[in-house]
């Protein structure tokens, strides 16, 4: 045979060979065999992930993958001809779980194989598919099942994680490059109340992540700085494997770097994530982050572990269980499930507030002193749900058992970060239920987690949080009935939330009845044993942690970490000076909070508010301004005016093109530095390059793509007109076969 009689070809001919009862056999075979997969289909993926329509896709491709292999197994020239149509085809709909993939090629495997003839390998292959997929289900659903109680019986309590060592060796910070078109980045942040995910890629130490997902986040701080025309310095989440299906950094799936926004010391959660540390407790690691921006500095970050997937794996060794973020701001219409706060969304209706204007920031502290010195003042406003004032915990955030009613809890559920059903809600109810009346406290609640959370927490007097009026910030974790906290958000602690700038209060708040605006902790505060225990985890604060040189380790070396990077960070939201203050308040603040702690304790300071208030035994912190170190809505536009000082900024000087530059035509003219005129900013929009640029950075032009230039087209030879044809005969089948279907329609 030549190669000429390889394209030798006649219509008839093939005609004459086409046989109709292999065609009706074969076609037969995968119509049942696709039925087969169908239901196999049917039964593994019920609930929310069954589709109808992929499943009759699945029988379809089946029978028309038959067909095509059955043609181009008897002719070069349609085998040839084939690849050429399908080249041109393109599958645009998303898969939405991964385990599709396999019933795809399994249907595709199935016609490839009957239409070659090999009916008996379909049939017996088919079979032994359908008993794997059938005993790895069942073994998921152990697994599931199980897991918990096994890794219990283990004696397991995590898995040690890569990024650990990597990202959150706080012996040195990270260095975190993001590599993203500039005309996204400014689009993001232009649009950042969105949330929208961006691409771009990562740059972690040595080590370059492609296709990551990053947006904005926050509560308040979003609002406030996208409301702010000097600054775009948002926080910002990345997420792995938002793109890419299975990518983690080091294995953590999402990695949180946050803007130090109303924080004026850039280490007060730093310094209550170490704290939790030391105590062992369930909370996210931490470590500081030189962020920059293809390249150039954009500002000191604190980075942190995301409380998801990769911290369930470290901390419980298992990602069972549900978590919820319940936020008692999304009361009125709230936000997305588990989102940030949005001022529009609050409805006060008829809730008279009084006189609720804040303390005057810039007066001196002696002017703001409502009681005599060493007597715990009244609080200017009621700011904490727990400190005298209103609270906003209702909607079941605040953990409080009203009812068995599940919508009685709807902001609970509203926060979900994994996916839960109502059975999932009931044995919350249920472990809020027993957990009020005391009932087998360690059968509905991780105790000892819990009461070293309650130590730390008390001693940050962070009332943006569970302790304060708005009960959110905060992770509630439940798994076999038992309910966790994992701890959040501590930017405003101590005393930021908006508390009157009396230091003594601060200082001395407390720690016998700090989450009075919750009954949650109520049990555990009434049994003696849990009481004593929560005792000694805040003498351990005191004693080895503050006392024992723990926190001087900390401060020094955070101070030696960051003190250069703050100088010249391009988006501070304070200055330099303003920082070095800030610093100096942060470490009296500790060690006067630790005296006074140390006092309750021993007896010599009353415990409780209500005592408080007429003794004269109390830490004198009346020389502490704790406004130096930011407070609410300071670190961005809107709310409570902050000092003047806070909200003028200057640009650094980088005419000496330095590695602090800020990136440029991200946003400078924002700042107005000395000598800089606020009317004639460097780039006009005359002067901005055009979108299309593409030196710019900025999309080219659709119509410049390569190949697409009109005068490119070339003649067809008439001799192949006739394969052309030929290809056509699978494409006319199946769109035969799309014109017969027809889907019924539904029922009104």
């Given at each position: 045979?030549?190669?000429?009689?390889?394209?030798?070809?006649?219509?008839?001919?093939?005609?004459?060979?086409?046989?109709?009862?292999?065609?009706?056999?074969?076609?037969?075979?995968?119509?049942?065999?696709?039925?087969?997969?169908?239901?196999?289909?049917?039964?593994?993926?019920?609930?929310?992930?069954?589709?109808?329509?992929?499943?009759?896709?699945?029988?379809?491709?089946?029978?028309?993958?038959?067909?095509?292999?059955?043609?181009?197994?008897?002719?070069?020239?349609?085998?040839?001809?084939?690849?050429?149509?399908?080249?041109?085809?393109?599958?645009?709909?998303?898969?939405?779980?991964?385990?599709?993939?396999?019933?795809?090629?399994?249907?595709?495997?199935?016609?490839?194989?009957?239409?070659?003839?090999?009916?008996?390998?379909?049939?017996?292959?088919?079979?032994?598919?359908?008993?794997?997929?059938?005993?790895?289900?069942?073994?998921?659903?152990?697994?599931?099942?199980?897991?918990?109680?096994?890794?219990?019986?283990?004696?397991?309590?995590?898995?040690?994680?890569?990024?650990?060592?990597?990202?959150?060796?706080?012996?040195?910070?990270?260095?975190?490059?993001?590599?993203?078109?500039?005309?996204?980045?400014?689009?993001?942040?232009?649009?950042?109340?969105?949330?929208?995910?961006?691409?771009?890629?990562?740059?972690?130490?040595?080590?370059?992540?492609?296709?990551?997902?990053?947006?904005?986040?926050?509560?308040?701080?979003?609002?406030?700085?996208?409301?702010?025309?000097?600054?775009?310095?948002?926080?910002?989440?990345?997420?792995?494997?938002?793109?890419?299906?299975?990518?983690?950094?080091?294995?953590?799936?999402?990695?949180?770097?946050?803007?130090?926004?109303a924080d004026a010391t850039n280490m007060k959660e730093a310094l209550i994530y170490d704290m939790y540390q030391y105590l062992g407790a369930d909370a996210s690691l931490y470590n500081y982050a030189k962020l920059s921006v293809n390249g150039e500095y954009w500002g000191v970050y604190l980075a942190l572990e995301a409380v998801e997937d990769s911290f369930l794996l470290r901390n419980y060794g298992v990602q069972d269980g549900e978590l919820y973020k319940p936020d008692s701001m999304n009361i009125g219409g709230g936000g997305e499930p588990g989102g940030d706060f949005k001022a529009d969304d609050m409805d006060f209706g008829d809730l008279d507030l009084g006189d609720m204007t804040p303390p005057d920031r810039n007066a001196a502290p002696a002017e703001q002193k409502t009681a005599a010195a060493g007597e715990r003042p009244a609080d200017d406003f009621g700011f904490g749900g727990g400190k005298g004032g209103f609270s906003m915990g209702g909607g079941g955030a605040d953990l409080n058992y009203t009812d068995d009613e599940l919508d009685s809890y709807e902001t609970i559920w509203d926060g979900e970060i994994t996916s839960t059903t109502k059975a999932d809600h009931k044995r919350?109810?249920?472990?809020?239920?027993?957990?009020?009346?005391?009932?087998?406290?360690?059968?509905?609640?991780?105790?000892?987690?819990?009461?070293?959370?309650?130590?730390?927490?008390?001693?940050?007097?962070?009332?943006?949080?569970?302790?304060?009026?708005?009960?959110?910030?905060?992770?509630?974790?439940?798994?076999?009935?038992?309910?966790?906290?994992?701890?959040?958000?501590?930017?405003?602690?101590?005393?930021?939330?908006?508390?009157?700038?009396?230091?003594?209060?601060?200082?001395?708040?407390?720690?016998?009845?700090?989450?009075?605006?919750?009954?949650?902790?109520?049990?555990?505060?009434?049994?003696?044993?849990?009481?004593?225990?929560?005792?000694?985890?805040?003498?351990?604060?005191?004693?080895?942690?503050?006392?024992?040189?723990?926190?001087?380790?900390?401060?020094?070396?955070?101070?030696?970490?960051?003190?250069?990077?703050?100088?010249?960070?391009?988006?501070?939201?304070?200055?330099?000076?303003?920082?070095?203050?800030?610093?100096?308040?942060?470490?009296?603040?500790?060690?006067?909070?630790?005296?006074?702690?140390?006092?309750?304790?021993?007896?010599?300071?009353?415990?409780?508010?209500?005592?408080?208030?007429?003794?004269?035994?109390?830490?004198?912190?009346?020389?502490?301004?704790?406004?130096?170190?930011?407070?609410?809505?300071?670190?961005?536009?809107?709310?409570?005016?902050?000092?003047?000082?806070?909200?003028?900024?200057?640009?650094?000087?980088?005419?000496?093109?330095?590695?602090?530059?800020?990136?440029?035509?991200?946003?400078?003219?924002?700042?107005?530095?000395?000598?800089?005129?606020?009317?004639?900013?460097?780039?006009?929009?005359?002067?901005?390059?055009?979108?299309?640029?593409?030196?710019?950075?900025?999309?080219?032009?659709?119509?410049?793509?390569?190949?697409?230039?009109?005068?490119?087209?070339?003649?067809?030879?008439?001799?192949?007109?006739?394969?052309?044809?030929?290809?056509?005969?699978?494409?006319?089948?199946?769109?035969?076969?799309?014109?017969?279907?027809?889907?019924?329609?539904?029922?009104?």
């Amino acid at each position: 045979m030549t190669f000429n009689d390889i394209f030798k070809s006649s219509f008839l001919e093939n005609v004459s060979e086409f046989s109709i009862l292999d065609t009706l056999i074969g076609l037969a075979v995968a119509l049942v065999i696709g039925l087969f997969i169908f239901i196999i289909y049917k039964k593994t993926l019920t609930g929310v992930l069954y589709s109808s329509g992929f499943a009759l896709t699945l029988v379809g491709l089946s029978l028309v993958t038959t067909l095509v292999i059955m043609a181009v197994t008897s002719n070069v020239v349609l085998s040839l001809g084939m690849v050429g149509a399908l080249s041109i085809v393109r599958f645009r709909t998303a898969i939405k779980e991964p385990v599709e993939i396999v019933f795809l090629f399994w249907s595709l495997a199935v016609g490839i194989v009957i239409g070659a003839g090999m009916i008996p390998l379909a049939v017996i292959g088919s079979a032994i598919i359908a008993a794997g997929m059938a005993a790895a289900v069942c073994l998921c659903l152990c697994t599931v099942a199980f897991s918990a109680p096994i890794a219990a019986a283990a004696g397991e309590t995590g898995i040690t994680m890569a990024y650990e060592t990597e990202l959150f060796d706080t012996s040195s910070i990270l260095t975190v490059n993001i590599l993203m078109d500039e005309a996204d980045w400014n689009d993001m942040l232009a649009n950042a109340a969105a949330e929208e995910y961006y691409q771009c890629d990562v740059e972690i130490g040595g080590t370059t992540f492609y296709r990551v997902a990053i947006r904005p986040k926050g509560n308040t701080s979003l609002t406030s700085i996208a409301s702010d025309p000097t600054t775009d310095r948002y926080s910002f989440k990345l997420e792995f494997d938002h793109y890419v299906d299975g990518q983690t950094c080091f294995g953590l799936d999402k990695l949180i770097l946050n803007n130090n926004y109303a924080d004026a010391t850039n280490m007060k959660e730093a310094l209550i994530y170490d704290m939790y540390q030391y105590l062992g407790a369930d909370a996210s690691l931490y470590n500081y982050a030189k962020l920059s921006v293809n390249g150039e500095y954009w500002g000191v970050y604190l980075a942190l572990e995301a409380v998801e997937d990769s911290f369930l794996l470290r901390n419980y060794g298992v990602q069972d269980g549900e978590l919820y973020k319940p936020d008692s701001m999304n009361i009125g219409g709230g936000g997305e499930p588990g989102g940030d706060f949005k001022a529009d969304d609050m409805d006060f209706g008829d809730l008279d507030l009084g006189d609720m204007t804040p303390p005057d920031r810039n007066a001196a502290p002696a002017e703001q002193k409502t009681a005599a010195a060493g007597e715990r003042p009244a609080d200017d406003f009621g700011f904490g749900g727990g400190k005298g004032g209103f609270s906003m915990g209702g909607g079941g955030a605040d953990l409080n058992y009203t009812d068995d009613e599940l919508d009685s809890y709807e902001t609970i559920w509203d926060g979900e970060i994994t996916s839960t059903t109502k059975a999932d809600h009931k044995r919350v109810v249920i472990a809020l239920k027993n957990i009020s009346e005391g009932n087998a406290l360690e059968d509905y609640m991780d105790v000892d987690n819990l009461l070293r959370y309650m130590a730390v927490h008390v001693f940050s007097v962070n009332e943006d949080s569970l302790s304060g009026m708005m009960a959110h910030n905060y992770y509630l974790y439940e798994a076999g009935g038992k309910l966790n906290l994992i701890p959040w958000d501590y930017n405003l602690a101590p005393g930021g939330m908006g508390r009157s700038n009396d230091a003594t209060s601060v200082v001395n708040d407390a720690i016998d009845n700090a989450f009075s605006g919750t009954t949650f902790f109520d049990t555990l505060m009434a049994d003696e044993t849990c009481h004593s225990q929560y005792y000694a985890y805040l003498q351990q604060l005191v004693s080895e942690y503050i006392d024992g040189g723990s926190f001087d380790a900390f401060y020094t070396r955070v101070r030696s970490q960051i003190d250069a990077l703050v100088e010249s960070d391009p988006t501070a939201f304070y200055s330099y000076d303003e920082y070095l203050t800030a610093a100096e308040t942060l470490y009296q603040v500790v060690k006067l909070r630790g005296q006074s702690i140390q006092g309750q304790l021993d007896g010599t300071i009353p415990s409780t508010e209500a005592a408080q208030r007429t003794s004269d035994a109390l830490v004198d912190a009346s020389a502490l301004d704790l406004s130096t170190m930011g407070y609410m809505n300071s670190g961005g536009g809107g709310g409570f005016d902050a000092p003047a000082a806070s909200k003028t900024r200057t640009a650094p000087d980088v005419s000496d093109g330095s590695e602090h530059a800020p990136p440029a035509g991200f946003g400078l003219s924002q700042f107005s530095g000395e000598g800089q005129n606020a009317d004639n900013p460097q780039q006009t929009a005359e002067d901005a390059p055009a979108s299309g640029d593409a030196a710019s950075g900025g999309r080219p032009d659709p119509g410049s793509f390569p190949g697409s230039s009109a005068d490119a087209s070339a003649a067809i030879p008439t001799d192949s007109l006739l394969l052309y044809a030929l290809s056509l005969l699978p494409l006319t089948a199946a769109l035969l076969f799309a014109l017969l279907y027809r889907r019924r329609p539904r029922k009104q």
